[in-house]
């Protein structure tokens, strides 16, 4: 599985056009930025 992982990221790098930390660190910003927006909403509810 984890050489299955590791050429699935080398295609999408290629795909993208970027190596494969940028990768990581463009899905770990978005998750990021998803779990705040969620919290977020979280406080409004509770307000």
Excluded: H, W
Excluded at 7 to 30: D, M, P, T, W
């Amino acid at each position: 599985m984890s050489l299955y992982a590791g050429a699935k990221l080398e295609c999408l790098s290629i795909k993208n056009g970027l190596n494969a930390f940028a990768l990581k660190r463009k899905l770990y910003l978005k998750a990021l930025r998803l779990a705040f927006d969620e919290l977020q909403i979280l406080k409004l509810a509770t307000a």
